[in-house]
């Protein structure tokens, strides 16, 4: 039987909007390369997501890409990311409503050196604590989003061993914010352990709890 597709909402198509302007943002800020990495966003229980292989200046309106929860496509007629069963399983597995994933160089690097970033700064309790790599696992696949549901757990970001990172939060600026502070952190750790004979100070697990509880507190409200 074949697929229903309909037309976006409003909310869907403002959504949309949003969406495309965070993956355009990933590229200007050189967190993308191309079209790796993807990006989505939940409207009640469809999920908007960046479709495979097309260059994010090129999207448009007309293009939005939607599938419900069970990632049967409702929206648009391009293909939805390779990566949609691990954008799929964090949205089940978490309170979710926007995902960043991205192959940025320093996150990447990190996630090929060692088990755990190391807490080399305070902004680590914006995501929880100390963001743990899953194994590696190949792109797409279930195997990926279940170590990654694993290394998420307490947590709002996650590298991805030899592959890159995911971040997620309650809105699409939340979660590229994230994504953004990740990369930072992972340039820091890098820079800081590159000096010879010096070893990074780290921040102690109760240092990370206090940073978590002002940081909950931080902003406008």
């Known amino acids: 039987?074949?697929?229903?597709?309909?037309?976006?909402?409003?909310?869907?198509?403002?959504?949309w909007e949003t969406l495309v302007a965070t993956a355009r943002r990933t590229v200007a800020d050189g967190l993308v390369v191309g079209t790796?990495?993807?990006?989505?966003?939940?409207?009640?229980?469809?999920?908007?997501?960046?479709?495979?292989?097309?260059?994010?200046?090129?999207?448009?309106?007309?293009?939005?890409?939607?599938v419900d929860l069970a990632g049967r496509q409702v929206l648009g007629t391009l293909v939805p990311t390779s990566e949609l069963p691990l954008h799929l399983a964090v949205y089940r597995a978490t309170g979710a409503r926007a995902i960043v994933h991205t192959h940025a160089?320093?996150?990447?690097?990190?996630?090929?050196?060692?088990?755990?970033?190391?807490?080399?700064?305070?902004?680590?309790?914006?995501l929880g604590?100390?963001?743990?790599?899953?194994?590696?696992?190949?792109?797409?696949?279930?195997?990926?989003?279940?170590?990654?549901?694993?290394?998420?757990?307490?947590?709002?970001?996650?590298l991805l061993r030899n592959?890159?990172?995911l971040t997620y939060g309650d809105t699409?600026?939340?979660?590229?914010?994230?994504?953004?502070?990740?990369?930072?952190?992972?340039?820091?750790?890098?820079?800081?352990s590159s000096v010879p004979g010096l070893t990074p100070s780290l921040l102690t697990g109760a240092?990370?709890?206090?940073?978590?509880e002002r940081l909950r507190g931080y902003g406008q409200r």
């Open 163 to 165: 592959h890159g990172m």
């Open 105 to 126: 160089v320093h996150a990447t690097a990190v996630s090929t050196l060692v088990t755990e970033l190391p807490a080399i700064h305070y902004m680590t309790g914006a």
């Open 1 to 15: 039987m074949a697929e229903q597709r309909r037309d976006a909402d409003g909310d869907e198509a403002r959504a």
């Open 172 to 192: 699409l600026d939340r979660a590229y914010d994230r994504t953004a502070q990740l990369e930072w952190m992972c340039r820091v750790w890098l820079t800081a």
């Open 36 to 66: 790796s990495g993807n990006v989505s966003v939940r409207v009640a229980d469809t999920v908007l997501v960046t479709p495979s292989g097309v260059p994010y200046d090129r999207l448009t309106p007309a293009d939005v890409t939607g």
């Open 129 to 158: 604590g100390p963001v743990r790599v899953a194994p590696y696992a190949p792109y797409g696949t279930p195997e990926l989003a279940a170590h990654a549901l694993r290394a998420l757990q307490d947590r709002s970001g996650c």
């Open 207 to 212: 240092e990370l709890a206090e940073a978590g």
